[in-house]
């Protein structure tokens, strides 16, 4: 009983076929349950929409993605001639007090101690200098 239901739901149209909880416990369906009318097909997707771009490309959205993409691509040249030369780039915090010790060893001007250009010219003296 239970196979011929699962057969005749199988070999309805796929639009058609409804296989629910009372048909697998052997009671019979309400016409609720039975799904009969066929799915609207879908209109078929455009190339730009499967790859996530807008439907209309203008001017603006073109120009945002390539500076968005040079942007990407200058950070990426960078980071590489840094890695062949060796360097790294580091965000480092530094106290009031290391600054103090760079004035007072002569690598920094007291005028320039929130000057970050010159803290950071400091801090390569320093470190070529030991």
Do not use: W
Not at 15 to 26: D, E, K, R, T
Not at 40 to 58: H, N, V, Y
Not at 64 to 82: D, F, G, N, T, W
């Amino acid at each position: 009983m239970l196979l011929e239901r699962l057969r005749t739901a199988y070999l309805r149209p796929a639009s058609q076929a409804v296989i629910s909880n009372s048909m697998l416990s052997g009671q019979d369906p309400s016409p609720q349950q039975i799904n009969t009318s066929p799915r609207p097909a879908k209109p078929p997707r455009k190339r730009s929409e499967a790859a996530g771009l807008p439907r209309k490309a203008t001017a603006e959205t073109m120009e945002q993605q390539a500076e968005s993409i040079s942007l990407a691509a200058e950070r990426m040249r960078r980071y590489r001639k840094r890695q062949r030369a060796g360097i790294r780039c580091l965000a480092i915090e530094l106290r009031v007090t290391d600054i103090d010790k760079l004035i007072r060893r002569g690598h920094l001007k007291e005028e320039m101690r929130n000057d970050d250009p010159a803290v950071i010219k400091a801090i390569y003296d320093f470190l070529d200098s030991e």
